[in-house]
């Protein structure tokens, strides 16, 4: 704890946090601890951060936003109940994109969260939108901390931090209290410095929740066990190489740790296995038409009435005439998250709704069997399992990277579009769209460059079939 609350005053600049515990409360909390029930639990005494979107009776929750201006909630998110019954210690809240809406932490109200890394003296992005909680680990101002991921929100973050970025398969955690972005991609996740970190906060958060009505049941949680049993137990991999992943946009660097990584698990006795996912060059259209239709709808909620911000004056804007719903909007929103609304509420309109929506619903399924064809384990979800073809490459886990270049500098990133800044998800929103677990470990940058700055590592991805976590989280330990 003390260590930490150290950290936190030495890298205060980064903005990692947007609220950070009150350090006299804090340590009070460890001494507590010491001697405690917890003893022997593996987050006991342990200092965990929480994205600002996930909501606590202890500090304020804004998901960065003005809309949510010193919101605080009446209750708990059953995650950090479950973090605080084993024993953790909530050291603050972390910075994110407004609402999770975006890939570098730049929200609009709130200062922009710095990566520890630079490149001639410039500051690089810390990838988003759980930059916060990736650059709260990378720094020891956290053990660990919460993360969301909707279409790669820890993973992005944890590979240009050099951290390790959990998102569990969808369902696994339990979303009660995360502050909805899109519901049918939304999942918690973490950003830990080691694997081993990230499978101590599974465990403890791996179960079912009635108050989310997407937490997996009993029955398929039991039923994804016992298969990826099965799947662990012949130590040598079939690992797919997506070959729709090696896209024109990869940096050379990205591509030759990639290439050198799977040589290496090959010399190390697994077999390598180069897979077709046709479907992954739609998914990331399909991801801006399903997320940002979901969150217009999720967002209508903030009204004025019943959350932060309101508009000043009485029920209209005077000036401009607007009835106080849309003063309040207008001034509580970002543009990003304008953008999305209006983009969502539009391909959800009666003349739009059959050429975006629905196809790109279409797409989602299709990128979910692509997954199905290449995995040898069946989806416990599928229930005609007689579908599924024995005839594919029957692979265990897919391992490409996790974002296609090296971090960019903030600056750079100031330059871009929007749409340019969305190409960055390429290869993260395919697992978002199937709900696979995937996980990102930092594997070492062999001969950088002077591309690469500080950064010493690239953040390889390890996708498994949904509920194989435990096969996941076991082959990023081979490879960190
Ligand atoms: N960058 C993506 C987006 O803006 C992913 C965000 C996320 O996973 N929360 O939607």
Redesign the pocket.
């Known amino acids: 704890v003390q260590q930490c609350l150290e950290r936190q005053a030495q890298y205060a600049g980064l903005n990692a946090f947007v609220t950070r515990a009150n350090a006299t409360q804090i340590q009070d909390a460890a001494k507590a601890i010491v001697d405690s029930e917890f003893d022997g639990s593996s987050l006991a005494g342990r200092t965990i951060a929480i994205k600002d979107n996930i909501v606590t009776t202890d500090f304020p929750t804004t998901a960065s936003s003005k809309i949510l201006d010193a919101y605080k909630s009446p209750y708990n998110a059953t995650v950090v109940e479950k973090l605080t019954g084993a024993g953790a210690l909530i050291c603050g809240k972390t910075n994110l ?1 407004e609402f ?4 570098h932490t730049r929200p609009v109200f709130t200062s922009t969260t710095q990566s520890p890394f630079k490149r001639n003296g410039e500051a690089l992005s810390a990838g ?2 759980s930059g916060g909680s990736a650059v709260a680990v990378a720094t020891g101002q956290a053990w660990a901390a919460l993360g ?7 993973r ?1 973050p944890a590979a240009y931090t050099g951290t390790v970025g959990f998102k569990p398969s969808y369902g696994r955690l339990s979303r009660w209290g995360v502050i909805a ?1 899109a519901n049918s991609l939304d999942t918690v996740g973490t950003l830990t410095q080691s694997v081993e970190h990230a499978r101590d906060i599974f465990n403890v958060l791996d179960s079912f929740d009635p108050m989310d009505p997407t937490s997996l049941s009993e029955i398929v949680r039991n039923e994804a066990e016992y298969q990826s049993i099965a799947s662990m137990e012949d130590k040598r991999l079939r690992i797919g190489i997506p070959l729709d992943y090696n896209t024109a946009s990869l940096s050379p660097e990205v591509r030759r740790t990639w290439s050198q990584l799977l040589t290496s698990l090959q010399d190390a006795g697994h077999s390598l296995h180069p897979v077709s996912l046709p479907s992954t060059h739609q998914a990331l259209s399909a ?2 038409v399903l ?1 940002p239709a979901e969150a217009s709808s999720n967002l209508a909620k903030y009204d004025g009435v019943r959350y932060g911000h309101r508009t000043t004056g009485p029920d209209a804007n005077p000036k401009e005439n607007m009835p106080l719903f849309a003063a309040t909007r207008g001034e509580g929103f970002g543009p990003e998250v304008q953008r999305r609304i209006l983009l969502g509420a539009y391909t959800l309109s009666s003349e739009a709704m059959d050429n975006y929506f629905v196809q790109a619903q279409r797409v989602r399924r299709l990128v979910q069997s692509d997954f199905d064809n290449v995995f040898a384990l069946p989806n416990p979800l599928l229930d005609l399992r007689a579908e599924q073809s024995s005839d594919g490459p029957n692979v265990d886990i897919l391992i490409a990277p996790t974002a296609p270049t090296l971090p960019p500098t903030l600056a750079e990133v100031e330059k871009l579009s929007p749409v340019e800044m ?1 190409m ?2 390429v290869l ?1 929103v395919p697992a ?1 769209l199937a709900g696979l677990p995937a996980l990102s470990v930092p594997v070492k940058l062999q001969n950088g460059s002077t591309e690469a700055g500080d950064v010493k590592s690239i953040g390889m991805q390890v996708i498994g079939q949904f509920g194989d976590d435990e096969l996941v989280l076991q082959v990023g330990q081979i490879i960190e």
Do not use: H, K, Q
């Open positions: 994109d999770g809406m975006g890939s988003g939108s969301t991921d909707t279409g790669g929100s820890v992005l972005y991801y801006y997320a969305y960055n998800d993260t978002s």
